[in-house]
């Protein structure tokens, strides 16, 4: 054997070496896979937990029929979250207040910056409306007092102002907050205040244990080479790259 | 599990169609679960350290009380080599996310000598924790920790009489931990691999200490220690982005898959209303539509069954789906027939049932995967109050969950666009999840066993992770 031939052995076998993984093949994992319990009673309660924290009431309900799963929540109460979800997505900010009001009135006395939020966005409503007058006279009275206690308060409002500034709000660099988007970040702020309010978690669990997946299998991969699952959509387990 | 394990010649003629694979045997081994208590808890069968180790400990340096869970010094210290150290009868535990345990110096003697710390299995039973290789002690007199030979270094404060004193293992990332009077002091890396005893040491005149390994309460606030352990693991794995709306997705895929025909019309309702509307790209090819069929068929059937009413869904069955039922020797009949049985044993009506069980579950006896079940069932009838019985699993709703997903099961194997047969035991939920479980689990036991192992169960209520 040439000297060439062993130096590309004794390289290719130090780097073996240092990558050395444990190798799963398909079938050892399949059989690993097989030993899983996973009860069925807990992946409804998974599913009940998505569609009662994401406000699907009535699939909720009919869930609860079919499957048998008790929802971890007062039903009734979705219903209610839903409607003030609703209001903000629309764009009917005052009624959304009103309704958190009459939900549970500590949800925004003890959460300034959601209640600022709401303001912002009714603010943001206004000059969508072309209510330059009304919009003015809000943002004094209302918003810049607490603009003074805040000093990102401020700043987020002095952003919102600006979009008066610019009659095509096409070219105005702050045009994103009369994005849809920006109604649903607050539509969801308040929802994430009124689930804590009722000691509920305010996100699902199934997103979390997904992500959590991809964590594990992250951490997995610096040890073994073993069948992932990298399409989470469609649960395909993948032959491990070796 | 899924194979056919009556292969032998005496019962393989009656089992001709299903020889190669009854897709339904799989949840006949699933009904069976309900027997004992839930999965059990792989991390329950880890002994902790209880007392200490009167055996192998220093002898004549120290006095072990009777309860074998304080120790004093009694002997006059001349070198190095007469300290009276002494082991917990256990290893710490490591399939968890923390091991940890207490000392209370009651006296400090003459020097106050006294030293907490881990230690390996052949430490040598008169030296301090950390003077020797694999072993870590933190130290009273003067506070620091050592760790080796010649190795230490400065950790955090001095300790003396009326001092509690603790050590623990963090596993998750891998460090020794050690509190003084409910106050974390410092940490340090472990790199030591085996097990690790839980030691401590007195080494001059009086010293007297008490070690806490659990019997009572710690003065460090444990729980919260480890919720925050949790909460920073947490953190680090909600920065990781999913692709839109894949939940969303995956519960729709699973009110398909086990047929919530009702949920699942519902939900699409809903998302077609809320703003913006969810948008779910197309489950593309075979996969898809593998799961919509039937749809309503299987949703009736699972219906009838959650309400008890088998004969009609027999009946129902032979009439859209004669093939599986047309073997009576088939894991679905069988599930179905004790069903039977239990629903006649649920409304009392006994006689009725004696005599359904002589014609249909007699012939199960003595056939390997079918015997416990049928023995489990029959032994219904032995109890006056038969859901208080060890076999009352049976009466309960998640036994009629089984037969009904074992239905749906059999008929989503009948669709003649099938690819794989195995994918209709499982909802991609499941199949995410088995992974994720499967994935902690060899994480772990590629790291000497130390850690918390995923459990679905924990998770839901709220409590432990990865």
């Known amino acids: 054997m040439s000297l060439f031939w062993i130096v590309i ?145 401020l700043e987020e409002l002095e952003r919102t102002v600006a979009l008066l500034a610019f009659e095509d ?74 | ?30 009904s069976r679960h309900g027997s004992s208590q ?44 007469d300290v009276g150290v002494i082991q917990a009868n256990k290893p710490a535990p490591r399939k968890r996310l923390v091991y940890y345990f207490e000392i209370y110096v009651k006296d400090a003697g003459t020097k106050g000598h006294v030293a907490i710390g881990f230690t390996s299995k052949g430490f040598k039973m008169r030296r301090q924790p950390g003077w020797e290789p694999n072993s870590y002690g933190y ?37 020794f931990f050690f509190t003084k009077n409910a106050q974390v002091v410092g940490t340090v890396s472990k790199d030591l691999k085996g097990p690790l005893f839980p030691t401590l040491a007195v080494h001059s005149q009086n010293e007297e200490v008490h070690v806490n390994f659990g019997q009572k309460p710690f003065a460090f606030d444990l729980k919260e220690f480890e919720a925050q352990e949790r909460m920073k693991q947490q953190l680090k794995i909600e920065e990781i982005t999913l692709p839109a709306n894949v939940s969303y997705g995956i519960v729709r895929s699973y009110l398909l898959h086990y047929g919530y025909e009702d949920t699942l019309n519902s939900f699409d309702m809903a998302s077609r209303s809320t703003v913006p509307p969810v948008y779910i790209p197309q489950e593309n090819g075979v996969d898809g539509q593998e799961i919509t069929y039937a749809l309503s068929h299987r949703k009736t059937l699972r219906q009838l069954i959650r309400n008890g009413e ?72 032995a109890y006056e109050q038969p859901q208080e019985s060890s076999v009352g699993y049976l009466l309960q709703d998640s036994q009629r969950e089984v037969v009904a997903d074992t239905v749906n099961a059999m008929i989503l194997s009948t669709n003649p666009n099938l690819k794989d047969s195995k994918n209709c035991l499982h909802s991609y939920l499941e199949r995410l999840l088995r992974q994720l479980t499967a994935c902690c689990l060899e994480k772990r036991s590629l790291s000497g066993d130390q850690g918390e192992a995923f459990q679905l169960q924990s998770a839901l209520s709220g409590g432990k992770n990865c």
């Open chain 2, 38 to 81: 839930g999965p059990c808890d792989m991390d329950e069968d880890e002994e902790a350290p209880t007392e200490l180790n009167t055996i192998n400990s220093s002898g004549g340096f120290l006095v072990v009380s009777q309860d074998k869970l304080s120790i004093k010094y009694t002997s006059v210290d001349l070198h190095g080599h």
């Open chain 2, 139 to 175: 130290h009273g007199d003067d506070g620091l920790l050592y760790r080796g030979p010649g190795k230490s270094e400065t950790f955090g404060p001095t300790f003396t009489s009326g001092d509690t004193v603790g050590g623990g293992i963090n596993y998750a990332t891998q460090e």
């Open chain 2, 310 to 381: 088998i004969d009609t869904a027999f009946n129902k069955l032979r009439e859209w789906y004669p093939q599986i039922v047309e073997d009576n020797t088939s894991a679905t009949c069988f599930l179905l027939h004790c069903q039977k049985f239990i629903e006649l044993v649920r409304v009392g009506a006994l006689e009725e049932a004696v005599k359904y069980g002589r014609i249909e579950l007699a012939t199960f006896f003595r056939l390997p995967s079918f015997e416990a079940l049928v023995q489990d069932c029959v032994a219904l009838l």
């Open chain 1, 9 to 153: 052995r004794q390289l290719a076998e130090s780097e073996a070496m240092a990558t050395s993984k444990k190798v799963i093949t398909r079938e050892e994992w399949e059989k690993k896979l097989n030993d899983v319990k996973i009860r069925k009673e807990d992946m409804n309660k998974l599913v009940m937990n998505f569609l009662v924290t994401e406000g699907y009431v009535e699939a909720a309900e009919k869930f609860r029929m079919e499957s048998g799963t008790e929802p971890d929540i007062d039903l009734a109460t979705i219903t209610d979250r839903m409607a003030v979800k609703k209001a903000v997505q629309s764009g009917n900010v005052e009624d959304a207040i009103e309704k958190v009001n009459d939900l549970n009135p500590e949800i925004l006395d003890t959460n300034p910056q959601l209640f600022f939020h709401l303001q912002q966005q009714r603010l943001i409503e206004l000059i969508r409306n072309g209510k330059v007058e009304e919009a003015l006279e809000f943002a004094q009275e209302e918003l810049a007092p607490r603009g003074e206690e805040n000093q990102s308060f």
């Open chain 1, 169 to 242: 709000v096409s070219n105005c660099p702050v045009g994103e907050l009369l994005d849809i988007s920006q109604r649903l970040k607050t539509a969801s702020e308040v929802n994430a205040a009124i689930l804590t309010s009722q000691s509920h978690e305010k996100d699902p669990k199934l997103p979390s244990l997904l992500k959590m997946l991809l964590w594990a299998q992250n951490q997995l991969d610096e040890k073994a080479a073993y069948p992932r699952i990298t399409d989470i959509p469609t649960a395909t387990l993948e032959d491990p790259a070796v």
């Open chain 2, 1 to 30: 599990m899924m194979t056919d394990t009556n292969g032998n010649s005496s019962s393989s003629n009656n089992h001709h169609h299903h020889n190669q694979q009854d897709l339904s045997l799989y949840f006949l081994e699933l």
